[in-house]
T-cell receptor, first 112, second 116 residues
């Protein structure tokens, strides 16, 4: 059974700092991995999608990497801003399944 | 592109009544939609997979008679919470898998249900 773990559970940083959020998964037979952000009381916003054959994806200040063989992904946020404060969720789609398996998220607070 | 519209965003209902939540895919066809429930400070829990034109598939422990799912068209799936009780109060979110963006998932904005 696939399990997704996110570390740390919470992170507080000063504005402007670069930071890394970690995600690990137990079964490397994934179809793809997706990073989302969730603001309080809101739905999920997709940030980056990495296919199993890819190593990384970039969007603006965000960069996500994937090392499928070791079961790890990282989300790098450059020059963090208070508006980046949210919960970040990592989720994988297992090969042969349409179901997403989520981590419990990392709650990020960027202090002005 | 690939937007899922979910309504209502908030609903308060009396105990014993039923509430319907709608999810529409606005610019794509969704043969499959997924319904999640989220408790405070917890991650999403998959409740059921909704398939257009057929019966939904429920996850273990989810009462199919309480959470009725209908997926009558390629752009609309509904979740009806029947005979709601305070313990059904939660945040419900739908999602769809989008082939055009590499089979990633797009989510609705969620519905906060409060049963009083």
């Amino acid at each position: 059974k696939q399990e997704v773990t996110q570390i740390p559970a919470a992170l507080s940083v000063p504005e402007g700092e670069n930071l890394v959020l970690n995600c690990s998964f137990t079964d490397s037979a994934i179809y793809n991995l997706q990073w989302f952000r969730q603001d309080p009381g809101k739905g999920l916003t997709s940030l980056l999608l990495i296919q199993s054959s890819q190593r990384e994806q970039t969007s603006g200040r965000l960069n996500a990497s994937l090392d499928k063989s070791s079961g790890r992904s990282t989300l790098y946020i450059a020059a963090s801003q208070p508006g980046d404060s949210a919960t970040y969720l990592c989720a994988v789609t297992q090969g042969g399944s349409e179901k997403l398996v989520f981590g419990k998220g990392t709650k990020l607070t960027v202090n002005p | 592109g690939a937007v899922v519209s979910q309504h209502p965003s908030r609903v308060i209902c009396k105990s014993g009544t039923s509430v319907k939540i709608e999810c529409r895919s606005l610019d794509f066809q969704a043969t499959t939609m997924f319904w999640y429930r989220q408790f405070p400070k917890q991650s999403l829990m998959l409740m059921a997979t909704s398939n257009e034109g057929s019966k939904a598939t429920y996850e273990q422990g989810v009462e199919k008679d309480k959470f009725l799912i209908n997926h009558a068209s390629l752009t609309l799936s509904t979740l009806t919470v029947t005979s709601a009780h305070p313990e059904d109060s939660s945040f419900y979110i739908c999602s769809a898998r989008v082939s055009l963006n590499g089979y990633g998932y797009t989510f609705g904005s969620g519905t906060r249900l409060t049963v009083v």
